[in-house]
């Protein structure tokens, strides 16, 4: 059975204060770990999809890496727009992309 | 580009009834799947649909049900409600790449049910 799980269950960070996101899965035969971001009582919006070990995506301040085992979300020198639950997929042989809990991040001014 | 839609945006039904949410996926996507967000809880997968037909479904019971048209649109039926049902229901439309590779699935803004 497909499983992912994301830690810390929340992050409170300081404006500019970085700090990272982990996300272990354990899946047959990955086929693309997703990143989401969602707004309270909002859909997800996706961010970033990552395949092989090895591979980095950046956009603005949120950078996403990938090894075998997990997947980190890096954010540098947060805002407080960038508060919202963070949520990491993985998609293995099921085809069913699993989520994991998500990572409740607060970036205070 | 449209992303997916959803409606309603906020449904209310009591506790017995039966519910229909809708869903339309983003031009050129024929994977539909459908999630249950309950508060505090993580998306919990109900059903996947392509190509107008079930390839998959999660841990419900079987009054979750839902089929896809051929425009790929897709609707959600829950059968006799019950309180737990309540939760944010969410769609999310996707297109199969090559053998190796998987695009990622977007998602709608979701429809908010409410069981009294």
């Known amino acids: 059975e497909d499983q992912v799980t994301q830690s810390p269950e929340a992050l409170r960070l300081q404006e500019g204060e970085s700090s990272s996101l982990n996300c272990s899965y354990t899946?047959?035969?990955?086929?693309?770990l997703f990143w989401y971001r969602q707004d309270p009582g909002k859909g997800p919006e996706f961010l970033f999809t990552?395949?092989?070990a090895g591979e980095e995506k950046e956009k603005e301040r949120l950078k996403a890496t990938l090894t075998k085992k997990e997947s980190f979300l890096h954010i540098t020198a947060p805002k407080p727009e960038d508060s919202a639950t963070y949520l990491c997929?993985?998609?293995?042989?099921?085809?069913?992309?699993?989520f994991g809990r998500g990572t409740s991040l607060i970036v205070h001014p | 580009e449209a992303g997916v839609t959803q409606s309603p945006t906020h449904l209310i039904k009591t506790r017995g009834q039966q519910a229909t949410l809708r869903c339309s996926p983003i031009?050129?996507?024929?994977?539909v799947y459908w999630y249950q967000q309950a508060l505090g809880l993580g998306l919990q997968f109900l059903l996947w649909?392509?190509?107008?037909?079930?390839?998959n479904r999660g841990n419900f019971p079987p009054r979750f049900s839902g089929r896809q048209f051929p425009n790929y649109s897709s609707e959600l039926n829950v059968n006799a409600l019950e309180l737990e049902d309540s939760a944010l229901y969410l769609c999310?439309?996707?297109?199969?790449?090559?053998?190796?590779?998987?695009?990622?699935?977007?998602f709608g803004q979701g429809t908010r049910l409410t069981v009294v």
């Open positions: 649909y392509d190509e107008g037909e079930e390839r």
């Open positions: 999310a439309s996707g297109r199969e790449g090559n053998l190796l590779e998987y695009t990622e699935a977007f």
């Open positions: 899946v047959s035969g990955l086929r693309g």
């Open positions: 990552l395949y092989s």
């Open positions: 031009s050129g996507h024929t994977s």
């Open positions: 997929a993985a998609r293995g042989g099921s085809y069913i992309p699993t």
